[in-house]
């Protein structure tokens, strides 16, 4: 039995070899040469590969999101019917994950874009000092990710904020959930990050209703999927000053199009979807230990909750 890699061709060859480096018995085939169909008993999966191409494994018993998000995954159709699909929760992801949201909440705190404007031009002006502990930060999402960066930045002094759908506690951070959370946390943010699983019920969770909740100046940072922002109203809370600026690591759709207005706007900052970045070596030990698992029939570990979307 095999297992079927699906992902960019050179991300095929790391994880391969980081799969074999844990179990080196295993028999990996990297897609599309599939070979026989059943012999694939487990597929380990991004966002570039199509779910209805699973349905032809009569024998696959597990498939592995490479990433902590799972939304490309259960897009129509989804995966076939029964068969459990788990995602990554990596010490490394996270890592990289908080350091992405603290480089671009520092980056905006301590005025860095109006330094930069500065330098272009060969002035030379000390702005006021920003207040670390008057900087309001509102995290959308406190799952684990939303959690360990909400940490870091109360580390810093930071006044931290979280929402959530359901009621949750983070120790330090204010939390708010449901509906008239959302809007109250809003009102108090100075700088907005967004970490939520993409769901229908977050899809656009920053549109003109929300942005214009924010305090006038506030900053925007999305690090988790391009579908939680509405890019025509955040682009005119821009323009209109009412946002100050936003950090996006992640866009719909992706790669960002060259024509795109995000590219040159002189108040947006573009990553390609590089805020945390899987390392194959440090998440290949619980691809292994779960497919360990589903042979043996035991209960298997980040399985995804279909209810929930996550």
């Not at 129509?76 to 994950?97: E, N, Y």
């Not at 860095?112 to 272009?120: I, M, T, V």
């Not at 449901?178 to 946390?185: P, R």
């Amino acid at each position: 039995m095999a297992i079927l890699l699906c992902t960019k061709t050179a991300a095929m060859n790391d994880w391969r070899d980081a799969l074999l480096a844990e179990d080196s018995s295993l028999e990996i085939r990297l897609f599309p040469e599939a070979g026989d169909p059943a012999d694939i008993e487990a597929a380990v999966c991004w966002n570039q590969h199509d779910m209805a191409e699973l349905r032809r494994y009569p024998n696959l018993k597990l498939i592995v999101s490479m990433g902590a998000g799972v939304d490309h995954l259960l897009r129509p159709p989804g995966p076939p019917p029964g068969i459990p699909v788990a995602r990554l929760k990596d010490h490394r992801l996270t890592t990289g994950m908080t350091e992405f949201v603290v480089l671009n909440v520092l980056r905006f705190h301590r005025q860095d874009l109006e330094y930069r404007a500065l330098q272009a031009k060969r002035v030379w002006e000390e702005l006021p000092a920003p207040d670390t502990a008057r900087r309001r930060i509102g995290i959308l999402g406190l799952g684990e990710l939303g959690a360990a960066s909400a940490r870091a930045l109360l580390s810093f002094g930071f006044p931290v904020s979280g929402w959530t759908r359901t009621p949750r506690e983070v120790e330090g951070v204010t939390g708010f959930h449901g509906t008239e959370g959302l809007d109250a946390m809003l009102r108090q943010t100075d700088i907005l990050c967004c970490l939520l699983p993409l769901t229908p019920q977050t899809r656009g969770v920053i549109n003109a209703r929300t942005l214009a909740l924010l305090p006038r100046g506030a900053f925007v940072i999305n690090s988790a999927r391009g579908g939680h922002v509405v890019a025509e109203d955040l682009l005119a809370a821009l323009d209109s000053g009412h946002i100050a600026a936003a950090a996006l690591d992640v866009f719909e759709p992706e790669p960002l199009p060259a024509e795109h207005p995000f590219w040159g706007h002189p108040r947006v900052l573009v990553w390609p979807h590089a805020s945390a970045i899987t390392i194959p070596s440090s998440a290949a030990p619980q691809v292994v230990e779960n497919l360990r698992r589903a042979r043996e029939g035991r209960e298997l570990i980040n399985l995804v909750d279909f209810s929930a979307g996550y």
